[in-house]
């Protein structure tokens, strides 16, 4: 009998947990030898498993087994499990048996749901295992689901393997939280490059501009189950760098300005002197969006929205000095220099107030599913008299001022690989329907309720939007159940309004941390 018991201790960099396994003594009826457990990186990931073959006890930490002999001591390490095909995250069970195989139950999940696999595991040379050829990839920062994901692949055909490495471990992230993307750059831009990239922090229209980075329209083009058809080809042609794709994703947000019609007009793009014109119009001491958002923050949205309008990713020469940036400077003015909130509970009752009064031109609206169309419309329906408008942030080249900001993993393939093939199999999944044959409302609440990430965003799948869209006009009743969420359905109207500003949209935003610090400094102290 043993406990697993976490203790804190003093540490160089202050006080750290640490995991020990606590044998009892049975007989004396006390405390036995504690067995200190391997640290765990990036996160808590750890299970203890009964003994067998030789060991006294086994225990998994993040993504390598362990085993102790009879005698306290150091841990005998014994595989690293995805070597094994087995997925440290979904291990259910584990077990050595008598004659040292492993027995283990491992849960996993595709698109189309979760299922559970029983195996024996064999101990197998390298010279007598199957050959598979190994696709790299690489990332700077992995979740859960991106490793099920590499397992699933893994786990699915017998001709390759995905081997991960994970750049955020492997950073200095205590002094520098870009450290690991900043060395993944490094490795590309000298010719390193893996197989398979998560660009989700990376520069990568910089990279796609480069040539480092495969065009995936003709993959999309000449799948059987996919072509552009297949897909809601807006937000991928707002993510194209001169007409190639070099990413790709399953669902996108929309980042935008909300407005009532009656003020803003109906239009999905403005100049910055209407926005002062439609604030004239409002009753004295109203504010353009929500008073407490600092400038600073205002900039990043813009920036995420219009960078590209200022850098040229071939070359490199910056031009933040015509009229087109002094407006939106100006623009990023007219809020806050500092974010001064004491008690946020009473600025968000003093915001609500505001807004119902009538006193506050615009809302930030982020849209992660169309069902938050009709809560934006019965918003300024009731404060200011007029349907909702997607009008975005005033850009001063007439152009839509929202974004599509891309959900979950962004994937791209490597120009150079030589397994372009394997390559597509495993990124092209991002692109296939999760709802095959629809949801009903209760597989729905299903999705949204236990899925959760699954459903985020607004698909790229075109099957899948569909899906979508027929639920957010059906509607949500009350429910005594607290996890089921309720709203308004969406009318047709209000369907075919909203899909003209989402037609309307030709940027993806912008992730390069390098260009928004150069550019933050020198303009807050403008502010």
Request: charged share 25%.
């Amino acid at each position: 009998v043993a406990a697993l018991c976490r203790v804190s201790r003093e540490d160089p960099q202050g006080m750290v947990d640490m995991y020990t396994a606590r044998a009892v003594d049975l007989e004396k009826g006390c405390w036995g030898p504690a067995y200190e457990l391997p640290p765990v990186e990036g996160g808590f990931q750890f299970q203890a498993h009964d003994g067998g073959g030789g060991y006294r006890f086994c225990a998994t930490a993040d993504n390598t087994l362990y085993g102790w002999g009879r005698e306290a001591g150091e841990a005998e390490e014994l595989l690293t499990w995805n070597t094994s095909d087995v997925s440290a995250l979904g291990l259910s069970f584990c077990a050595v048996l008598p004659d040292g195989r492993l027995m283990v139950l491992v849960q996993t999940q595709n698109r189309k749901g979760v299922y559970y696999r029983l195996g024996v595991l064999t101990e197998t040379s390298a010279a007598d295992a199957p050959e598979r050829v190994v696709l790299t990839y690489a990332a700077d920062g992995m979740s859960d689901e991106d490793w099920a994901r590499i397992h699933a692949f893994n786990t699915s055909q017998s001709k390759y393997r995905i081997e991960a490495t994970d750049y955020r471990e492997l950073g200095d992230n205590e002094n520098d939280a870009w450290s690991g993307c900043k060395l993944l750059v490094t490795e590309v831009t000298a010719g390193r490059v893996p197989d398979i990239i998560d660009v989700g922090t990376l520069p990568w229209r910089q990279l796609g501009s480069k040539g480092l980075l495969e065009d995936l329209w003709p993959w999309i083009e000449g799948d059987p189950d996919l072509g552009r058809e297949a897909l809601m080809e807006v937000p991928l042609l707002a993510a194209e760098i001169d007409g190639g794709l070099y990413l790709a994703f399953g669902s996108v947000g929309i980042t935008t300005l909300a407005g009532a019609e009656r003020l803003v007009g109906d239009r999905h793009s403005w100049f910055l002197a209407d926005l002062w014109a439609a604030l004239e119009a409002m009753p004295e001491g109203s504010t353009v969006a929500e008073y407490f958002l600092p400038a600073d923050t205002v900039l990043y949205y813009l920036l995420a929205l219009r960078a590209e309008s200022y850098v040229d990713w071939e070359t490199g020469e910056c031009s933040f000095d015509g009229e087109d940036f002094r407006s939106l400077l100006e623009f990023c003015g007219s809020f806050p220099a500092q974010l001064e909130v004491t008690d946020w509970d009473e600025a968000n009752e003093e915001q609500r107030l505001r807004f119902s009064q009538g006193r506050q031109l615009l809302k930030l609206a982020g849209i992660n599913d169309l069902s938050e169309i009709s809560f934006y419309n019965e918003d300024f329906e009731a404060a200011l008299g007029g349907p909702c408008v997607f009008v975005g942030f005033p850009v001063e080249d007439g152009s839509a001022g929202s974004y599509f900001g891309v959900s979950g993993t962004r994937f791209a393939m490597n120009a150079a690989s030589g397994n372009k093939e394997a390559v597509w199999t495993f990124i092209r999944e991002v692109f296939l329907p999760r709802y095959e044959g629809g949801l009903d409302p209760k597989e729905q609440k299903y999705v949204e309720t236990v899925r959760g990430k699954s459903s985020y965003g607004l698909p790229v799948n075109r099957a899948d939007f569909k899906t979508k869209q027929r639920i957010a006009m059906k509607g949500w009743e009350a429910s005594e159940d607290s996890a089921v969420p309720e709203y308004v359905p969406v009318t047709q109207a209000e369907m075919d309004r909203f899909m003209a500003f989402y037609n309307s949209i030709r940027r993806t935003n912008l992730s390069d941390n390098t260009i928004f610090d150069l550019v933050m400094e020198q303009c807050l102290p403008y502010f």
